[in-house]
């Protein structure tokens, strides 16, 4: 399976800033995921048209069955992600960010700022996070375990997790 790994920032589309959070992405995927899979990586300049281009490509060119998003989440004029997705995702997933934000809380009080979510656009999950590394770690960690069935409800193709790192739930899997 493909999976887009879209970084937004202007300073790193330029080149002035080191990339971590895309990385990070990459870093907690490997660690998860036991089956292959393919990285396409992207670093856009904040903005909805940036970003929304970037979404249409990898969902609609690449093929991406699952498409991890960092920056541009936030209430700064230039944070325009979750209007880029709005553009682009045909159904929404309002518990991811319910869900996110509800973690980070427990870490951060500025957490309520953030504007992350999920949606599908035909065989693609979309999930936006936030654009620090350890942020996106702790999301991710919260999020992952309902990944493989929504690529699996979708037609994406399939994710196995390895259970020491996240235990993917999938209704009719062993009885807990």
Aim: proline share 7%; with cysteine; glycine share 10%.
């Amino acid at each position: 399976m493909k999976i887009g790994i879209l970084t937004v920032s202007d300073r790193a589309s330029r080149g002035e800033y080191e990339d971590l959070s895309g990385p990070a992405i990459e870093r907690f995927l490997h660690r998860a995921l036991t089956n292959e899979w393919e990285a396409v990586r992207r670093i856009v300049p904040d903005g909805r048209a940036a970003v929304r281009d970037a979404l249409l490509r990898l969902c609609d060119d690449d093929k991406a069955g699952l498409v991890l998003i960092t920056g541009g989440t936030g209430p700064a004029p230039r944070d325009e992600t979750p209007e880029a997705m709005d553009d682009v995702i045909e159904k929404q997933l309002p518990g991811f960010g319910e869900l996110m934000r509800k973690v980070s809380l427990e870490q951060v009080p500025t957490a309520i700022l953030s504007r992350q979510g999920a949606g599908t656009r035909g065989s693609t999950l979309m999930i936006s996070l936030p654009g620090k590394p350890s942020a996106i770690d702790v999301c991710l960690t919260a999020v992952f375990p309902a990944v493989p069935y929504c690529l699996d409800l979708i037609g994406a193709g399939r994710l196995e997790t390895d259970p020491s790192i996240i235990e993917a739930f999938r209704p009719g899997d062993s009885i807990r």
